[in-house]
């Protein structure tokens, strides 16, 4: 099975999000354990590149972007061929419960387009939103509102 650059993201999310760790500090030694966990080393850069993209970024969205309650978000066609229409679909409906605000999407989008994927899944979109909400002050009340969707998504509603 071939590992992408959203498998490692997706594994490093997994395995350190709880963990006090910096990446940056701990590069050296989280690569090794993404290469004893059978990851390539290529791919591993790759993810590490994303993920140093995401903080940059994070930083340059500082200037937030203003969107009229009756703004409407056009794709460009590279976009809408990475992102189906369940995709843009999933993202709009973000916009709409109030999780993603006009930055934010506009970040996940961007880094969707940094991935080398040609296109990707509703799951790993998932993924990506909370990745990106996770690396955002104040966004605390939507990651955990979006991790509650995909984990209730993982392994069904329980009531």
């Avoid at 990506?128 to 955002?136: A, K, S, Y």
Wanted: proline share 1%; net charge negative; glycine share 6%.
């Amino acid at each position: 099975m071939k590992q992408t650059v959203i498998d490692i993201l997706i594994y490093l999310f997994e395995h350190y999000i709880d963990d006090e760790i910096e990446l940056e500090a701990d590069q050296d030694r989280v690569k090794s354990e993404l290469r004893d966990a059978g990851f390539d080393g290529i791919e591993i850069a790759k993810a590490f590149d994303w993920l140093e993209g995401l903080a940059t970024t994070d930083e340059q969205a500082a200037t937030l972007i203003s969107e009229n309650i009756t703004s409407v978000r056009i794709y460009a066609f590279e976009e809408e061929a990475k992102l189906d229409a369940e995709c843009r679909g999933f993202l709009h409906f973000l916009g709409e419960v109030g999780v993603l605000d006009a930055t934010n999407r506009e970040l996940v989008i961007d880094r969707v387009m940094a991935l080398g994927a040609d296109e990707i899944d509703i799951g790993q979109l998932k993924w990506i939103v909370l990745m990106v909400l996770f690396n955002r002050p104040g966004q605390e009340h939507a990651f955990v509102w979006m991790e509650d969707l995909d984990l209730d998504d993982m392994y069904g509603c329980v009531h």
